[in-house]
């Protein structure tokens, strides 16, 4: 075998068995045996969604480019031109009359350099079509990797303040295999001037030949090293095959498989497919029945990360996107997506490194070490991270592993223990009496579920609108369209209790399955079917969340309801409302459920509106702050979240700015007095402004 394919045969068994132990600190301590079995048919049953994943995600990078269109349809065409390419040098060398009398195994590895035989050893007489298409296609595929590492590095020096910052260790290690690209062109020219090769042979290899022409008129002797220059680029080819595993390229393998692991999320035990619903990290009730409570909760250690969790932090690109998404970024908060996953990516593969070298490290835990208090309580949850993601890095799953171990060991101050105290004790978080949790209803007709046990429609009012005297005019409004529509519905009053979201985005999972077990039972003991709710973090925990622990209803959140009423002609709109109106897309309702149509179906009915769109929307709506638990503590910050965003609906030179989440309301209205602008822009919710357009 010539000493390039040596070259690279060693690359590839030192890739191979790099890879095999990188992938090994995926499944450290992890039950092997269980995962196939749990893992292996949900893929089997599920095979026909990976392959269309696999496509339009790990081949065509179908999130990336919707993200940036131009760098993204670059890594498009880079991928595919790789994959193609590939292919192209195998089918040259398995039937190449040059490597006549190698075995088809060994052509394996002649198959990079396929070139140097081609070019040393082909004529006019026996040119062919697919001799000059294989040429083609090699040199295209090289223009396209380095149009594609252009305008990356184009966008590395133009990003803007405040955006991810690529070092020159990303870069370096991303791009080394221009190496390879750069010795091979080198070695394409010696060899065209070597031998002498026809023009018309020879201008198919346009990036060779015209290498070789510059070369002739700097009368440099490169004919002379053509051997030594294909060796050189087989060197560097088994060299960067073989850094693949411990280099930034490694995210072409493990990116695919955080595409599986997505796949491989049941619904039934994770919420949503795409991870924005919590996962139950134990069952409460199948540990009181076994009396066993020796659990350990949370995480604080690399090895407490399940092997899904290891795999997306493997599969980080790092390229940003996350943090130039996150509005606690933005904020100035202690928060940085990529920063924490890089840094959890490194302390994994260091610590599991060293472990495999009989070389432990001193300190295994993360919290303190690796990510900040601060960095753990900045998040509000809005997924914002994961939407930007181009390969749907769930990076809450970590955060909120490392506030159920805060939590469970009592290492949380004194805000967090207040309104974790007022909910367990009063069933909200403002500590208020539960006997008032009814009492915005007491001059409106509202019947009770117990006076109405046959009603269509369970309204779960929340503990935002039961309370907040600001919020109670969602309710109000939402009665009176109730009514106005002839809706048969009915309120748990007294009996409701708070539905348990903020406790578990805080940490406290004991607490939120207890009280969650409570609520459903007292759900079924009503025989409740549908449930209405105002509120999208009621929503998404009701309809999302309680299937873990067995309650399950239909859930429709008020913005769908009203849309329906309203095309079904049960409620007229007749008054006008001559405003203006941007519609602020709550987090909880758009990203976590996809729904952004019929709030601005709701709006465009109202007589004499003009809906508008904020500058960020939909799916790339801005954060009003109050998620995760956040509405109930403080975090240092350079601007609230709130504030960015009123400043946006500001600038957009509207009347009103509507929203349809209680969190959002409080929020953006909070920012609006600290501004001292309260006045000039309104917030209302959707309810409140067709409440206002019923006659």
């Known amino acids: 075998m ?74 498009a065409a880079f991928v595919m031109a790789f994959l193609a390419i590939s292919i192209l040098y195998q089918i040259k060398a398995q039937f190449a009359p040059q490597l006549e009398g190698i075995n088809w195994f060994l052509r394996i590895f002649y198959a990079p350099f396929v070139d140097f035989l081609v070019l040393a050893n082909t004529n006019v007489e026996n040119f062919t079509v697919l001799d000059a298409f294989y040429g083609l296609a090699s040199d295209t595929f090289a223009v396209i990797v380095l149009s594609f590492d252009l305008t990356l590095l184009i966008k590395v020096f133009t990003r803007k303040p405040g955006q991810f910052k690529v070092n020159w260790k990303i870069i370096f290690t991303t791009y080394h295999y221009h190496l390879f690209i750069f010795s091979r062109y080198l070695a394409e020219a010696s060899t065209i001037m070597a031998f002498d090769v026809p023009t018309g042979i020879a201008q198919y290899w346009y990036l060779g030949f015209g290498l070789a022409q510059v070369m002739v008129y700097l009368n440099i002797p490169l004919e002379a090293f053509h051997y030594v220059l294909w060796s050189i680029n087989g060197l560097a080819l088994g060299l960067m095959i073989a850094s693949i595993p411990f280099s930034q390229l490694w995210h072409i393998v493990s990116a695919p498989a955080n595409i599986l692991r997505r796949c491989l999320l049941d619904p039934k035990d994770g919420g949503l497919p795409r991870g924005r619903s919590l996962t139950k990290p134990f069952d409460l009730m199948e540990m009181i029945e076994s009396e066993n409570f020796d659990i350990e909760i949370g995480a604080n250690e690399i090895e407490k990360f399940d092997w899904k969790q290891r795999i997306s932090l493997d ?22 997506p990529t920063l924490m996953t890089q840094a959890l990516q490194a302390k994994m593969k260091t610590q599991f490194l060293k472990e495999f070298l009989k070389r432990p490290e001193d300190s295994k835990e993360l919290i303190g070490n690796t990510v900040t208090e601060d960095t753990i309580w900045s998040c509000t949850t809005c997924a914002a ?14 955060l909120m592993d490392f506030r159920r171990h805060l939590i469970a060991n009592n290492q949380m101050d004194k805000q967090k223990v207040n309104v974790i105290t007022a909910i367990a004790d009063k069933a909200n978080p403002y500590g208020l009496p539960k006997i008032d949790r009814a009492a915005w209803a007491k001059d ?18 929340g503990c935002a609108s039961s309370y907040d005297t600001r ?33 578990r985005r805080i940490g406290d999972e004991a607490r939120y399955q207890e009280m969650v077990m409570e609520n459903i039972e007292v759900l079924n003991a009503y025989k409740v079917k549908k449930i209405i709710v105002n509120c999208p973090h009621c929503y998404n925990t009701i309809k ?44 909880y309702l758009g990203r976590y459920n996809g729904e952004y149509e019929a709030p601005r179906e709701v709006l465009t009915s109202i007589p004499g509106s003009k809906l508008v769109e904020l500058g960020r929307t939909k799916e790339k709506s801005f954060c009003c702050g109050g998620g995760g638990g956040n509405s109930w503590y403080e975090i240092p910050e350079r601007e609230s979240i709130s504030g960015i965003r009123v400043t946006e609906a500001l600038e957009a030179n509207i009347d009103t700015l509507s929203v349809s989440c209680p969190y959002c309301i409080s929020m953006l209205e909070d920012s609006l007095k600290v501004k001292g602008v309260e006045k000039k822009l309104p917030v209302k919710d959707i309810a409140e402004l067709v409440a206002q357009s019923i006659n």
């Open 385 to 398: 991270c994961i939407q930007a993601c181009p390969i749907d890095n769930v990076h809450t799953e970590y």
């Open 544 to 587: 999302n969340e309680y299937p873990q622990l067995g309650g399950n209803f239909e859930v429709i959140h008020h913005s769908t309801l009203i849309q329906d009423l309203i095309q079904q002609n049960r409620l007229e709109l007749s008054n006008e409302v001559k405003q203006t109106i941007a519609y602020h897309d709550p987090c």
């Open 315 to 336: 599969a980080c690109m790092k390229c940003g996107a996350c943090q130039d998404a996150c509005p606690a970024y933005a904020a100035g908060r202690d928060l940085s």
């Open 471 to 503: 919020n109670q005019k969602i309710a109000k409004s939402l009665v009176k369209i109730l009514n106005k529509a002839g809706v048969n519905f009915s309120i748990l009053g007294k009996e409701e209790p708070c539905c348990g979201e903020t406790v």
């Open 444 to 461: 409106l007709t509202v019947p009770t579920v117990a006076d109405n046990p046959e009603s269509d429609y369970l309204y779960w009012v």
């Open 2 to 75: 010539e000493l390039f394919g040596v070259f690279f045969l060693i690359g590839l068994i030192s890739f191979v068995l790099l890879c095999a132990l990188r992938i090994s600190f995926w499944f450290k301590g992890q039950d092997i045996k269980g995962i196939q079995q749990k893992a292996l048919p949900i893929i089997w049953n599920r095979k026909g969604q990976l392959f269309k994943e696999l496509f339009s995600e790990a081949l065509t990078v179908k999130k990336y480019r919707k993200k940036d269109r131009i760098n993204g349809s670059f890594k």
